[in-house]
């Protein structure tokens, strides 16, 4: 059965890397005792979900962001602690997101891989189909999700609280985080946002996980675990990979690759309830490059893709409007520019950009940040002097 300790476990597991978050904060003040009353809660089958907090964010791409309260977040690390060894078994080697040594930068290395073993090293000709999922978090649809995560628990999961853990997934799942939410965005936001990609618009509380939750990212997943099982089995496509609603497959013959994305569809469709985003379908021979993940990737080389550097370069003159305004000498400051510029700098270290690198450190910062900053050998890092 569920313990006290499994929830402690998963309290510890949500703060770590945002303990020093107001919410984290606020809930560490006696978490034992409110460890211990959602723990009655949990067991006695009475616990319910404490409204979201919804707001807009603009980069890399505007979106709409539901938080939950941190005692909700507890809950969901609890449940997905509780999936995440038997989903680790049922999911394909390549779906790359939301799982553990898995990630952006080895689906890069794969879909890499792919283009290098379909084409025999380059010798013959291969092709790159890209499929995208329109509107895919806000289309979900809960009912399915639900009776499939239910189907899975009861041919895989062996503990007696299997009931009680569907329990709180059916809570999490059917919760509808746009009801009495607090939007700490202004209104006019939401009316920037592409159409379709609001849970405010989403069918009756019935569609949609909101983004922003642990449970969201891990349920998408897994929502999408029956498509990849038929790609890879039932129509035996050796070259396919996914990362969360970003599906590619690699194959020799084009032609092929044109009737797969009508077979795709269709299954998307009558079993899911979702459709390819039309404009997003991508079909072209590897040597024009395909963009996954932030960078583009062609044969013999990966560079970045214009958005990543687009970011970049927002990040850069961020950081020189810091120093301009003498603001970068704050120890808080220094300690979250080194944090974001390692961020980028440790992701495009792995791919063809060290004379890019070198221009943003040497051209691009102001002259002054060297004086509150050294820079590693290789341009890989910055490090506070």
């Given at each position: 059965?569920?313990?006290?300790k499994?929830l402690?476990?998963a ?10 978050t ?6 560490e ?5 409110k ?10 089958g009475?616990?319910?979900?404490s409204?979201?907090?919804a707001?807009?964010v603009?980069?890399?791409v505007r ?20 999936f995440?060894?038997l989903?680790a ?9 939301c ?10 290395r794969?879909?890499?891989?792919f283009?290098?073993q ?6 013959r000709?291969a ?9 895919y ?10 009776r499939r995560?239910k189907e ?8 007696d ?5 569907l ?6 799942i059917?919760n ?8 700490k965005s ?9 159409p ?5 618009d989403?069918a009756?509380?019935?569609q949609?996980l ?24 039932n129509?035996?496509?050796?070259y396919?990979?996914r990362?969360?609603d ?11 690759l044109?009737?797969i994305?009508?077979i795709?569809a269709?299954y998307?469709?009558?079993n ?16 024009h ?9 062609f044969?013999?080389r990966?560079i970045m ?5 687009k970011n ?7 950081c020189n ?9 704050n120890?808080?400051v220094k ?7 390692n961020?980028?700098l ?10 890019y690198?070198q221009?943003?450190?040497d ?9 509150y900053?050294a ?6 890092k910055?490090?506070?002097?």
């Open positions: 059965m569920i313990t006290f499994d402690l476990e309290y510890y597991s949500c703060r770590q890397h945002k303990r020093n107001a919410n984290a904060l606020l809930f003040i006696d978490y034992e005792n460890l211990l009353n959602l723990y009655h809660e949990i067991i006695s009475n616990y319910r979900t409204r979201h907090i707001f807009i603009k980069r890399p979106r709409e962001i539901f938080a939950a309260d941190f005692r909700d977040r507890v809950v969901h690390h609890l449940v997905v602690n509780r995440n060894p989903f078994k049922q999911f394909i080697y390549d779906s790359y997101a799982r553990q040594d898995k990630g952006t930068l080895f689906g890069i794969r879909v890499a891989r283009i290098r379909c084409s025999q090293n380059y010798a000709p092709y790159v189909l890209k499929l995208d999922i329109k509107n978090f806000v289309d979900i649809d809960k009912s399915i999700l639900y995560l899975f628990a009861a041919a895989k999961y062996i503990n609280d299997c009931d009680l853990l329990q709180l997934c059916r809570e999490i059917f509808d985080p746009t009801v009495a939410c607090i939007r202004h209104p006019a936001e939401w009316q920037k946002l592409p379709g990609k609001s849970l405010f989403a009756s509380g019935q949609g909101p983004i922003g939750n642990l449970t969201s990212q891990t349920f998408s997943n897994f929502y999408l675990d029956a498509f990849d099982h038929f790609i890879k089995h129509l035996g496509i050796r396919y990979g990362y969360v970003d599906m590619i497959i690699v194959h020799e013959d084009k032609e092929f044109k009737k994305i009508k795709a269709d998307l469709s009558d899911l309830g979702l459709k390819i985003h039309p404009r997003k379908i991508y079909l072209q021979p590897i040597g490059g395909v963009e996954f993940l932030g960078v583009r990737i044969p013999h990966i893709a214009k958005r990543i550097k970049i370069s927002k990040k850069i003159n961020h409007w810091l120093l301009t305004n003498n603001k970068i000498s120890k808080i300690k979250k520019v080194r944090a974001s510029a961020s980028y440790g992701t495009i270290t792995h791919f063809d950009t060290y004379k690198r221009a943003l450190i051209e691009r910062l102001a002259s002054g940040f060297k004086n900053f820079v590693g050998r290789g341009y890989n910055i490090i506070i002097s």
